[in-house]
């Protein structure tokens, strides 16, 4: 079983909890005024995550290594 995002509803609000498979809350998002809202913005977050590779993004990029360029020739 993977982990869920429940929709839940907080007084007039509404915002969606991530849980992993113990049911333990992971991430909580902030409010939406409407339920509809709420399910959008958890279905894109699962659409995201789904297959997302994961990047260190506190080291420098690498520098891309392209092809080698052929010295220019001056005649």
């Known amino acids: 079983m993977a982990g ?3 929709i839940r509803k ?17 991430l ?6 409407d339920k509809a809202s709420a399910k959008r ?4 977050l699962a659409r995201a995550v789904s297959g997302a590779e994961i990047l260190d993004a506190t080291k420098p990029a690498a520098a891309t290594k392209g092809s080698p360029r052929r010295p220019v020739v001056n005649r």
Request: proline letters at 0%; a positive charge.
């Open 41 to 44: 913005a958890a279905s894109s």
């Open 4 to 6: 869920k995002i429940e």
């Open 10 to 26: 907080s007084g007039e609000k509404f915002r969606f909890v991530v849980l992993n498979r113990s049911g333990e809350k992971l």
């Open 28 to 33: 909580q998002s902030g409010q939406f005024d």
